[in-house]
């Protein structure tokens, strides 16, 4: 039985569905709608850890992943004057310690791009057994205005007002999904997003010299923390995170990206350290991209035949370093239960759901009382916080915890899927 799949969002997990899905019934018809013009590869370092490199192994990707990870061998916290305050290593893939780096960080767009080239590549492969099936299929520049469900499928409306049937439409657009919002409604959608009280700023500006592998990590007082990373690139991401009460960053959310770089701005303008360089090189910088960090929390992940993919449903918030571990599980899943299911949408969109609520659950338990302490505001606070990432950092010399690399035995097994065992 092949289906006619619809998938909203070229990120990461739309793609990889895409690629799972085809791969186990080359007779699917698969079309992804993105509404950029073209593949939205920005974005900073991500993490790859607990089931992610499995599942890409599985895929056959995990080699040219590991060749386009950067190279970033710990954190340092400095203080105002850039003197180090804690230093922490890497943790390898599957090992749990406190610390910011593990064995496969990879620049976002990097991971987009091998996800998207590669199923390109199989798109080509497979295409020939595709039958009447058109294969995978990319529509760059389009997103759907209006969903409607029908006893034969759920009927799309895309925005320059063509109505196509599906069998199943996907929603892969990121945290703010309107896919969500069209399918459940604008009530619901915005009540799922949980915000962390914390406003973040990514960008790319110049490597100077001297800015060797380790990210650097101060703390500010006023609730704000800069991170930079520098790794093997030529240049450094600076990641600016705040808790402070904006309502001007609130604000500028919805307006142009020149606002929202004047609002960070004035936001960290006395925050010591390289403050200077690194808000000199906001201003230039092209591919700025700010958020207020939040996790998404769904009652239930489809409504009908429009099922929640990633961190349109199940968003768990970049402190975790799990959302996109948590987004190729999704993928994995989903392929995997439509894979075993056949025509029997409903019955896979339900066994997903069951599935899936472990795995969310354990990517989204997160203290926000933790998050708060990490964010002092005084100079006496940021003196006990560094004191105390200081001690955490030698515990965690002298007592790393044993290697954890078997949370591939969580995955449920789906031969179906012909991927590599
Ligand atoms: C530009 C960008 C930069 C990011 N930078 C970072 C980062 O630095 N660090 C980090 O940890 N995480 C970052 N993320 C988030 C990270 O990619 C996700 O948390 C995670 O990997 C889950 O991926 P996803 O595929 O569910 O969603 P995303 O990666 O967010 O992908 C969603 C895709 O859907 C597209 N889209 C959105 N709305 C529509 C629509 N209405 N119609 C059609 N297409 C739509 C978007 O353009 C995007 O391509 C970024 C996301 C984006 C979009």
Same mark, same amino acid.
């Given at each position: 039985?092949? &289906?006619?799949?619809?998938?909203?969002?070229?990120?990461?997990?739309?793609?990889?569905? !895409?690629?799972?899905?085809?791969?186990?019934?080359?007779?699917?018809?698969?079309?992804? +709608?993105?509404?950029?013009?073209?593949?939205?590869?920005?974005?900073?370092?991500?993490?790859?850890?607990?089931?992610?490199?499995?599942?890409?192994?599985?895929?056959?990707?995990?080699?040219?992943?590991?060749?386009?990870?950067?190279?970033?061998?710990?954190?340092?916290?400095?203080?105002?004057?850039?003197?180090?305050?804690?230093?922490?290593?890497?943790? !390898?893939?599957?090992?749990?310690?406190? @610390?910011?780096?593990?064995?496969?960080?990879?620049?976002?767009?990097?991971?987009?791009?091998?996800?998207?080239?590669?199923?390109?590549?199989?798109?080509?492969?497979?295409?020939?057994?595709?039958?009447?099936?058109?294969? +995978?299929?990319?529509?760059?520049?389009?997103?759907?205005?209006?969903?409607?469900?029908?006893?034969?499928?759920?009927?799309?409306?895309?925005?320059?007002?063509?109505?196509?049937?599906?069998?199943?439409?996907?929603?892969?657009?990121?945290?703010?999904?309107?896919?969500? #919002?069209?399918?459940?409604?604008?009530? +619901?959608?915005?009540?799922?997003?949980?915000?962390?009280?914390?406003?973040?700023?990514?960008?790319?500006?110049?490597?100077?010299?001297?800015?060797?592998?380790?990210?650097?990590?101060?703390?500010?007082?006023?609730? #704000?923390?800069?991170?930079? #990373?520098?790794?093997?690139?030529?240049?450094? @991401?600076? &990641?600016?995170?705040?808790?402070?009460?904006?309502?001007?960053?609130? !604000?500028?959310?919805?307006?142009? &990206?020149?606002?929202?770089?004047?609002?960070?701005?004035?936001?960290?303008?006395?925050?010591?350290?390289?403050?200077?360089?690194?808000?000199?090189?906001?201003?230039?910088?092209?591919?700025?991209?700010?958020?207020?960090?939040?996790?998404?929390?769904?009652?239930?992940?489809?409504? @009908? #035949?429009?099922?929640?993919? @990633?961190?349109?449903?199940?968003?768990?918030?970049?402190?975790?370093? &799990?959302?996109?571990?948590?987004?190729?599980?999704?993928?994995?899943?989903?392929?995997?239960?439509?894979?075993?299911?056949?025509?029997?949408?409903?019955?896979?969109?339900?066994?997903?759901?069951?599935?899936?609520?472990?795995?969310?659950?354990?990517?989204?338990?997160?203290?926000?009382?933790?998050?708060?302490?990490?964010?002092?505001?005084?100079?006496?606070?940021?003196?006990?916080?560094?004191?105390?990432?200081?001690?955490?950092?030698?515990?965690?010399?002298?007592?790393?915890?044993?290697?954890?690399?078997?949370?591939?035995?969580?995955?449920?097994?789906?031969?179906?899927?012909?991927?590599?065992?």
């Amino acid at each position: 039985m092949s &289906l006619n799949v619809l998938i909203v969002g070229a990120g990461i997990c739309g793609p990889a569905l !895409a690629m799972l899905l085809q791969k186990s019934n080359p007779k699917h018809n698969i079309t992804i +709608v993105e509404r950029s013009p073209s593949l939205r590869s920005t974005g900073q370092q991500i993490d790859l850890k607990t089931q992610a490199p499995h599942i890409l192994r599985k895929m056959g990707l995990l080699d040219e992943i590991k060749s386009n990870c950067v190279n970033e061998t710990g954190l340092e916290m400095v203080d105002s004057k850039g003197k180090q305050i804690a230093l922490f290593g890497a943790s !390898a893939s599957g090992q749990r310690r406190p @610390g910011l780096t593990s064995e496969h960080e990879i620049m976002r767009g990097d991971l987009v791009q091998v996800l998207y080239d590669a199923s390109i590549k199989q798109d080509a492969e497979l295409r020939h057994e595709s039958g009447n099936g058109k294969g +995978v299929t990319y529509v760059f520049g389009e997103t759907i205005t209006a969903l409607d469900e029908t006893t034969e499928g759920v009927d799309a409306t895309f925005f320059g007002g063509q109505k196509k049937r599906y069998d199943l439409v996907v929603a892969a657009d990121g945290q703010g999904s309107r896919t969500r #919002r069209l399918a459940f409604g604008q009530e +619901v959608s915005d009540a799922a997003f949980k915000s962390l009280g914390v406003h973040a700023a990514y960008y790319s500006i110049p490597r100077i010299e001297g800015e060797g592998s380790l990210a650097r990590g101060h703390l500010a007082p006023g609730r #704000r923390m800069i991170l930079t #990373r520098t790794s093997d690139r030529p240049v450094t @991401g600076v &990641l600016l995170f705040t808790m402070k009460e904006s309502s001007r960053l609130q !604000a500028s959310y919805q307006k142009s &990206l020149e606002d929202q770089k004047e609002s960070f701005a004035e936001m960290f303008k006395d925050a010591d350290w390289q403050t200077d360089r690194l808000l000199a090189g906001l201003k230039t910088s092209d591919d700025f991209y700010a958020h207020e960090i939040g996790q998404i929390k769904m009652k239930q992940l489809s409504a @009908g #035949r429009v099922v929640l993919l @990633g961190d349109a449903g199940y968003c768990p918030g970049p402190f975790t370093g &799990l959302g996109t571990n948590l987004c190729l599980v999704g993928a994995y899943v989903l392929a995997g239960e439509l894979a075993r299911r056949g025509s029997d949408v409903a019955g896979a969109l339900k066994s997903y759901e069951e599935k899936m609520r472990p795995f969310i659950n354990d990517c989204q338990r997160f203290s926000s009382t933790t998050l708060g302490f990490l964010f002092p505001s005084s100079q006496l606070g940021i003196w006990s916080m560094n004191r105390i990432l200081w001690a955490v950092s030698k515990i965690s010399d002298i007592f790393p915890r044993s290697q954890q690399d078997d949370h591939w035995k969580d995955l449920p097994e789906y031969p179906e899927l012909n991927l590599a065992s």
